[in-house]
């Protein structure tokens, strides 16, 4: 078992991993999601987990296959296919044969899905004010403009 030789490391190794910068983006992404579930609860969306948002979040509106919300994602598409049955089961979702490819799995938002993701909208907007009144607009504007250019360095050439 590791153990730091001081408290001196001990102390230096909880602080690195404290201030570490995909900790912090983990944490806030975890709040945020957080904050969402709980709001969407409260607006007749009970029993929707984070997991159920890997597949909410990445289906398009006219429908998307498993295997590309699997890989959106990043999971298997084992594991979307269950996120699917669930949510098909709770009427966010339906799924069918792809009419372009017999053998795939189309995943398209059903009337509840639809009402879900007014409300997530309006959630997302309400979530923003909140931070923007602790971080500022300015520091709200500033946080999206140096993520999404985080993002689009590190996107892969098309």
């Given at each position: 078992?590791?153990?730091?030789?001081?408290?001196?490391d001990?102390?230096?190794?909880?602080?690195?991993?404290?201030?570490?910068?995909g900790?912090?983006?983990?944490r806030?992404?975890?709040?945020?999601?957080?904050?969402?579930?709980?709001k969407?609860?409260?607006?007749?969306?009970?029993?929707?987990?984070?997991?159920?948002?890997?597949?909410?979040?990445?289906?398009?509106?006219?429908?998307?296959?498993?295997?590309?919300?699997?890989?959106?994602?990043?999971m298997t598409?084992?594991?979307?296919?269950?996120?699917a049955?669930?949510l098909?089961?709770?009427?966010?979702?339906t799924?069918?044969?792809?009419?372009?490819?017999?053998?795939a799995?189309?995943?398209?938002?059903?009337?509840?899905?639809?009402?879900?993701?007014?409300?997530?909208?309006?959630?997302?907007?309400?979530?923003?004010?909140?931070?923007?009144?602790?971080?500022?607009v300015a520091?709200?504007?500033?946080l999206?403009?140096?993520?999404?250019?985080?993002?689009?360095?590190d996107?892969?050439?098309?």
């Open positions: 078992m590791f153990q730091p030789q001081t408290l001196s001990r102390a230096q190794i909880e602080a690195r991993r404290d201030e570490h910068m900790r912090l983006l983990q806030a992404w975890r709040v945020f999601n957080t904050q969402a579930i709980a969407l609860r409260g607006r007749g969306h009970g029993g929707l987990t984070l997991a159920h948002t890997a597949l909410l979040a990445n289906l398009d509106l006219d429908g998307t296959r498993i295997t590309a919300l699997a890989e959106r994602a990043g598409k084992q594991s979307m296919g269950q996120l049955l669930d098909e089961a709770r009427g966010y979702v799924r069918a044969p792809d009419p372009t490819d017999r053998r799995t189309l995943v398209r938002f059903t009337e509840r899905g639809g009402q879900f993701l007014r409300d997530a909208s309006a959630i997302k907007d309400e979530i923003e004010a909140e931070w923007a009144a602790v971080l500022g520091g709200m504007d500033d999206r403009a140096l993520l999404t250019r985080l993002i689009a360095h996107a892969p050439a098309p």
